[in-house]
């Protein structure tokens, strides 16, 4: 059975090709624009709460082409206190969410519950102290840690319930995702993601 030329252009103006578009443009979105996560623990608490959605800025720190591992140019640099998405380095394919705390070549430290980074206590801290939990290797009292070059430090706000650099330590920049800036749901929760949360 034949199907007339003028049905097989209609489905393909008004289904297939709207269809085509959308996928694409979702796609590019969502590869290099944003993305949403859905938060499932409690190690961001209190600023993020397990249920909460999120919508992850790609570009800012300039996203990557699928399959070909090309870094896009970035806006800026991450900064202290910027909330980021990024890889595990121990678990594939498994997303986190932490607040960054360091870059390549600077130092950390944890004493007494504050935080130091190349040496200087972060006194306006907005995002409360870092207190240290367990014995982590990348995180003993009073002990200095330099992270290496193309790599971050990440930790989470709720310390006493976070695995993060303390414990693993530092993570490669090319496991970067990008920098959380909205929840969307639950409704009640709607907001921007500012850095002073």
């Known amino acids: ?114 935080l130091f980074i190349n040496g200087k206590e972060i006194k306006e801290n907005p995002f409360g102290k870092f207190f240290y939990y367990g014995n982590g290797e990348y995180g003993e009292e009073d002990k200095k840690f330099k992270v290496p070059k193309g790599c971050f430090y990440a930790l989470g706000d709720n310390s006493a319930n976070s695995l993060d650099s303390r414990f693993w330590g530092f993570i490669p920049n090319k496991n970067l995702v990008g920098k959380a800036f909205l929840i969307h749901w639950p409704i009640k929760r709607i907001h921007l993601i500012s850095k002073g949360e």
């Not at 578009?21 to 796609?27: K, N």
């Not at 979105?29 to 190690?43: E, V």
């Not at 390549?104 to 004493?111: D, N």
């Open 1 to 114: 059975m034949k199907f007339p030329k003028k049905k097989i252009r209609y489905f393909w103006n008004e289904w297939i090709k709207p269809i085509l578009v959308a996928a694409v443009l979702a796609f590019f979105i969502r590869t290099f624009i944003a993305q949403p996560f859905k938060i499932p623990s409690s190690s961001m608490r209190p600023t993020l709460i397990p249920g909460d959605r999120i919508f992850v800025n790609k570009f800012i720190y300039g996203g990557t082409v699928p399959l070909l591992d090309i870094k896009l140019p970035k806006v800026r640099e991450p900064e202290l206190g910027d909330i980021v998405v990024f890889l595990s380095p121990i678990e594939k394919k498994k997303y986190l969410v932490k607040r960054y705390i360091a870059g390549g070549g600077e130092t950390v430290e944890i004493s007494g519950g504050e």
